[in-house]
């Protein structure tokens, strides 16, 4: 048997879902207000707001006290029904009016269609905050339940009347059936009958675009864009970011910030996000300079084709552009915390640990190219595989994650997503130290001595060692062969 049959190839990387922040849910105010702020529920004439009334008043129908599409009975059904039965109601109308009754119903057709998988998406999420978001007891304290605190603060603020109303039939019913607590917003709207909910997001989808709109937020964020096209050009001039970054600054006033939807942020503990070659970025309503830089950045600069380097990166040079500190990586020896702390750390172990440990500029400039295979990116590939006995670094990270993210979710299976990822980020920091001291002449025996002498009950590290050491050693193999 030749050496070549006896040395096994490395573990290959498994395609672990890397999911947007939300998998599955596109935000129904966004999903419109993406279409040229083209909204669906405008089209239908059925909005929350008294607008329905001029509606009702056209269409010869007779004020109540109470508008039909802020009844329970909602516009949708009401809409339909009026179609089916032969505008019998508008028969003293214009026939103007009739066919604008025409249109309202071929329109609300399409809004059902188009609403339907948003419908059951937030329903789904609803219920799933309602039955797992509670707050806990600990030490004999109650510890709310940040998400589901948020949600409640939300659905208290600038909320129509009419939802205020629902609710409060809501807490009725439920003492009515022999419950003495006072069950809170979050529960009555995952109990909402469609109708209902579909007038709740025809409220969502208004305010949301109203605070889009709002000449305080758009201010902010031109004064953001002017702050941030100042500090690349001044960072440029003083050497700490390659001269590329200038080709960024006419692409920061093209990309199109957007206050985002609270179910698609706030509920999956997201700040905001960027979809690549969108040109676009999404943030919370109270985005800050810091959240709006990372967003910008990930939409003007490039990106590494490996996900926990492509936000650790990012969050770097945001926190650098603030404080000016861009030499030092590790988030332990900095004086700002930041976002990504187990990414950044494990980039920080990539750039240093291997036998070039000044890897920094060229993975900055490499980040900042704007393509993952470009040039530039390519040289920095180069130097840091032979940094590493020639190993494919990025494929090795990519393993890492692998089989840390399969450890996360055997011990942690309840475990949030990020928090598994952020766990697999752990789990690289130390492999790939392990593999930089098998490329400056360590050895897998050594290694395994002291694992035993040190941590002897520690069959994770061991397994780690094997599974590093072969990556190494198939490298070596692979240059001899050449």
């Not at 001029?54 to 179609?83: K, P, T």
């Not at 709310?144 to 603020?157: D, G, H, I, V």
């Not at 240093?352 to 920095?380: C, V, W, Y």
């Amino acid at each position: 048997m030749s050496k070549n049959e006896q040395l096994a190839l490395p573990p290959q990387p498994l395609d672990i879902p890397q999911p947007e922040h939300m998998p599955g849910y596109v935000p129904f105010g966004q999903d419109v207000i993406k279409q040229d702020e083209y909204r669906l529920s405008a089209e239908m004439h059925a909005d929350w707001y008294d607008r329905s009334a001029d509606y009702n008043q056209q269409m010869g129908f007779q004020e109540s006290g109470v508008h039909r599409l802020h009844h329970e009975d909602s516009g949708l059904r009401y809409i339909a029904g009026l179609a089916m039965r032969g505008h019998s109601e508008t028969q003293n109308s214009t026939v103007a009016d009739r066919i604008s009754a025409d249109q309202i119903f071929n329109q609300s057709v399409k809004f059902k269609e188009a609403s339907t998988q948003a419908l059951s998406q937030i329903r789904d999420k609803l219920q799933e905050i309602e039955t797992l978001e509670r707050d806990v007891e600990q030490d004999g304290e109650v510890v709310p339940n940040e998400k589901r605190q948020s949600l409640n603060a939300y659905l208290e603020t600038d909320v129509p009347v009419t939802f205020q109303n629902s609710y409060e039939k809501y807490i009725t019913k439920i003492h009515d059936r022999g419950r003495v607590d006072t069950p809170d917003r979050v529960e009555w709207l995952a109990h909402a009958g469609n109708e209902t909910l579909v007038n709740f997001l025809q409220w969502h989808d208004q305010r949301t675009m109203e605070r889009n709109r709002d000449p305080q937020v758009c201010e902010r964020i031109d004064a953001y864009r002017e702050e941030m096209k100042a500090r690349i050009a001044d960072d440029v001039a003083s050497g700490e970011l390659p001269s590329a970054a200038l080709d960024t600054l006419a692409r920061i006033d093209n990309i199109k910030v957007t206050v985002g939807d609270v179910f698609d942020l706030l509920m999956t503990n997201t700040g905001g996000y960027h979809i690549y070659d969108s040109g676009r970025v999404v943030v919370e309503e109270d985005f800050d300079r810091e959240l709006f830089r990372h967003e910008m950045y990930h939409a003007v600069f490039g990106k590494f084709n490996i996900a926990f380097m492509n936000e650790a990166m990012t969050e770097h040079l945001t926190l650098a552009a603030v404080n000016g500190d861009y030499q030092t990586v590790m988030p332990s020896l900095r004086g700002d915390k930041g976002k990504y702390v187990n990414y950044r750390s494990a980039m920080a172990a990539v750039l240093t640990s291997g036998i070039n440990s000044d890897l920094l500029q060229p993975a900055i400039a490499a980040f900042i190219e704007g393509d993952g295979d470009g040039p530039t990116a390519r040289d920095f590939h180069e130097i840091l595989d032979a940094s590493y006995g020639g190993v494919d670094v990025f494929a090795f990270l990519e393993d890492q994650f692998s089989s840390g993210f399969r450890r996360a979710e055997k011990n942690k299976p309840d475990a949030q997503y990020d928090d598994k990822a952020s766990m697999a980020a752990s789990y690289i920091k130390r492999g790939i130290t392990i593999l930089g001291v098998l490329a400056r002449g360590g050895d897998r025996q050594q290694l395994l001595e002291k694992c035993q002498e040190q941590s002897p009950d520690n069959t994770l590290l061991r397994e780690q060692i094997e599974e590093v050491a072969r990556w190494a050693e198939y490298a070596t193999l692979q240059a001899a062969t050449k």
